[in-house]
Nanobody, 122 residues
Framework: QVHLVESGGGLVQAGGSLRLSCAASGRTFRGDVMGWFRQAPGKEREFVCA????????TYAYSVKGRFAISRDNAKNTLYLQMNSLKPEDTAVYYCAAGSKQVSISDEYTYWGQGTQVTVSS
């Protein structure tokens, strides 16, 4: 059975940093596009960033560009999200996902984690 498990969320002050991890198991995700999405209370789930299978191509939502960095370690079957200069509006549940297309549409991703809460205080 395929599992994606996020970790690393928590409470941080504005301007601080967090690093999220997403550990995959059940099969290798070496060839998949991996992405991060987030959902704030009362809002739709939104795209944050994505990375291709080799790590050589990344895409970011405008709201996080320059502050967040996505990376992956295929040997460890793990995805990362380094979040710097965090803002209160980054508060959300963050989900990792795996799919075949490097797009911002959540429906294109097949596998999803359960999410990890990130709260940024002002």
């Amino acid at each position: 059975q395929v599992h994606l498990v996020e970790s690393g969320g928590g409470l941080v002050q504005a301007g601080g940093s967090l690093r999220l991890s997403c550990a995959a198991s059940g099969r290798t995700f070496r060839g998949d596009v991996m992405g991060w999405f987030r959902q704030a209370p009362g809002k739709e789930r939104e795209f944050v960033c994505a990375i291709n299978w080799s790590g050589g191509r990344t895409t970011y939502a405008y709201s996080v560009k320059g502050r967040f960095a996505i990376s992956r370690d295929n040997a460890k079957n793990t995805l990362y999200l380094q979040m710097n200069s965090l803002k209160p509006e980054d508060t959300a549940v963050y989900y990792c996902a795996a799919g075949s297309k490097q797009v911002s549409i959540s429906d294109e991703y097949t596998y999803w984690g359960q999410g990890t809460q990130v709260t940024v205080s002002s």
